[in-house]
């Protein structure tokens, strides 16, 4: 008997703003994962008009990628699961949804925020780059 790979990965969140949202969302070929790499990795320059149609372009694409989830309005009422739906939410949620498709599917992780402790500064960071005094004649 062989190993049969599930066509879905289940997204869930446990704690946070986020706490009990599941979705449900398709795996990707490694070609259309690096065609929606732009928009998980923030390689599409937004601040001209093109470059906004394509990252909504490409969230539209994205959103096909979805199956279900549990998502529901201020009154209580199931959104659907809709490409359209996927591009009208907050930009915050988006990007959550975003960054746990990428981990599930390849291990990508969402970038560290800037309080990361990194430890002790490196000695080398502490070396004076200014250029020496040209030294004397004996």
């Known amino acids: ?9 289940k997204l869930t969140w ?8 599941e979705i449900r969302a398709r795996r990707s070929s490694v070609e259309t994962f690096f065609q929606l790499a732009p928009i998980i990795d923030g390689g599409i320059d937004t601040s001209t008009p093109e470059g906004r149609a394509e990252f909504l372009e490409l969230l539209r694409e994205f959103g096909k990628y ?3 989830w549990n998502l529901h309005d ?3 009422r199931p959104v659907p699961c809709t490409p359209d739906e996927f591009v009208a ?3 915050r949620f988006v ?5 746990q498709w990428a981990e599930a599917l ?13 430890g002790d500064p490196s000695l080398e960071a502490s070396l ?11």
């Open 1 to 9: 008997m062989g190993y049969t790979r599930a066509r879905t990965v």
């Open 14 to 21: 446990a704690d946070g703003e986020f706490e009990g949202l």
């Open 66 to 68: 979805l199956v279900s």
């Open 74 to 76: 201020e009154d209580d």
């Open 89 to 91: 939410l907050d930009p």
């Open 95 to 99: 990007r959550e949804v975003l960054d």
């Open 106 to 118: 390849v291990g990508v992780s969402a970038p560290l925020d800037g309080s990361s402790p990194g």
């Open 128 to 138: 004076p780059m200014e250029a020496l005094s040209p030294s004397l004649a004996s």
